[in-house]
């Protein structure tokens, strides 16, 4: 009978239904969701442990994930069973998830709180985690407002090859707060993903690229857009609006995705904007504190 704390290497088929199902119940009961990002949890690499179960009598009560996309840094989302909360079941999970940071050298954890989960947020305040950035979750609705650009020329998307490497790093050291080393690292583990999209945005029957925009497909054929960015030469000229009306369409017409979700940070409220003018609503917000190891 399996009972307490179990690492694995990668979850099993019987174990993914097993989290599922604790997701579910767990969403249900709070009316929230728990970030826990299924496409990655179905596609963990060969030998390195990064998800945690909780075992009582056979049955998962508490889950734990480590999602690790730098060297520098991980991601860590997780629950457990209302009925079985205030018996220090994350606390052990969290602490066996930060023993395996500390043998990996990673310094820095972020975890993940979805806004409405009052357990989540007071744990991490017991843990003394600092409150660091939060973001909305957004969803597409509607096909939203169309706003003419002063543009004419066609803009095209195209997958990702690994003569985009340099692109790519560029882009997201521009686009985002990463050093060229990190972006680096990002770049090459993601752009070969058996579930991860990357997308060239390019202009004009030159083809000059303009940007890049990311998706992961689900098992469920719902998408999630990530990583979109455009070289600061071409912002604020609705060309961004062009490149994802582009890939919304070929999500829903080539991937047949049955829903849309991106997120954005709160304090972006451009980049919101041309979410909400796109068709995407906001459908809840996550929140995320940070614990820097010695």
């Given at each position: 009978?399996r009972?307490g704390?179990q690492g694995?290497?990668?979850?099993?088929?019987?174990e993914?239904?097993?989290v599922?199902e604790?997701?579910?119940?767990?969403?249900k009961?709070e009316q929230?969701e728990?970030k826990?990002n299924?496409?990655?949890l179905?596609?963990r690499?060969?030998?390195i442990?990064?998800?945690?179960?909780?075992?009582?009598?056979?049955?998962?009560?508490?889950?734990l994930?480590?999602?690790?996309?730098?060297?520098t840094?991980?991601?860590i989302s997780?629950?457990?069973?209302?009925?079985?909360?205030?018996?220090?079941?994350?606390g052990?999970l969290?602490?066996i998830?930060?023993e395996?940071?500390?043998?990996?050298?990673i310094?820095?954890?972020i975890?993940?709180?979805?806004?409405g989960?009052?357990?989540?947020?007071?744990?991490?305040?017991?843990l003394?985690?600092?409150y660091?950035f939060?973001?909305?979750v957004?969803?597409?609705?509607?096909?939203g407002t169309?706003?003419?650009?002063?543009?004419?020329?066609k803009v095209q998307?195209?997958?990702?090859v690994?003569?985009?490497?340099e692109?790519?790093?560029?882009l997201?050291?521009?686009g985002f707060?990463?050093?060229?080393?990190?972006a680096?690292?990002?770049?090459?583990q993601?752009?070969?993903g058996?579930?991860?999209l990357?997308?060239?945005a390019?202009?004009?029957?030159?083809?000059?690229?303009?940007?890049?925009?990311g998706?992961?497909i689900?098992?469920?054929?719902?998408?999630?857009i990530y990583g979109f960015?455009m070289?600061?030469a071409?912002?604020?000229?609705g060309v961004?609006?062009?490149v994802?009306?582009?890939?919304l369409?070929?999500?829903?017409?080539?991937?047949?995705?049955?829903?849309i979700?991106?997120?954005v940070s709160?304090?972006n409220e451009?980049?919101?904007g041309?979410?909400q003018?796109?068709g995407?609503q906001t459908?809840?917000?996550?929140?995320?504190?940070?614990?820097l190891?010695?």
């Amino acid at each position: 009978m399996r009972q307490g704390v179990q690492g694995r290497a990668g979850l099993s088929t019987e174990e993914l239904a097993e989290v599922r199902e604790l997701w579910d119940f767990c969403n249900k009961n709070e009316q929230i969701e728990i970030k826990l990002n299924w496409g990655t949890l179905t596609s963990r690499p060969i030998g390195i442990t990064n998800d945690f179960l909780y075992y009582e009598n056979d049955r998962v009560i508490g889950f734990l994930a480590i999602y690790s996309f730098l060297s520098t840094e991980v991601e860590i989302s997780g629950m457990v069973h209302p009925d079985a909360r205030r018996q220090g079941i994350f606390g052990q999970l969290v602490q066996i998830a930060i023993e395996e940071c500390r043998r990996r050298e990673i310094p820095k954890l972020i975890f993940i709180n979805e806004r409405g989960s009052t357990s989540g947020k007071a744990f991490l305040t017991n843990l003394e985690a600092r409150y660091s950035f939060s973001e909305y979750v957004m969803e597409l609705k509607s096909e939203g407002t169309e706003i003419l650009s002063t543009e004419t020329q066609k803009v095209q998307i195209r997958p990702a090859v690994k003569e985009d490497v340099e692109l790519l790093v560029q882009l997201n050291v521009s686009g985002f707060t990463m050093t060229e080393t990190d972006a680096r690292e990002y770049v090459l583990q993601t752009i070969e993903g058996d579930k991860e999209l990357t997308w060239i945005a390019e202009l004009g029957e030159d083809r000059i690229p303009v940007g890049k925009i990311g998706a992961m497909i689900e098992a469920d054929a719902s998408a999630f857009i990530y990583g979109f960015c455009m070289s600061p030469a071409f912002r604020g000229k609705g060309v961004g609006r062009r490149v994802l009306r582009q890939t919304l369409e070929d999500l829903q017409n080539k991937y047949k995705a049955s829903s849309i979700k991106l997120e954005v940070s709160v304090e972006n409220e451009g980049a919101l904007g041309l979410y909400q003018s796109c068709g995407f609503q906001t459908k809840n917000a996550n929140d995320y504190y940070v614990i820097l190891l010695d």
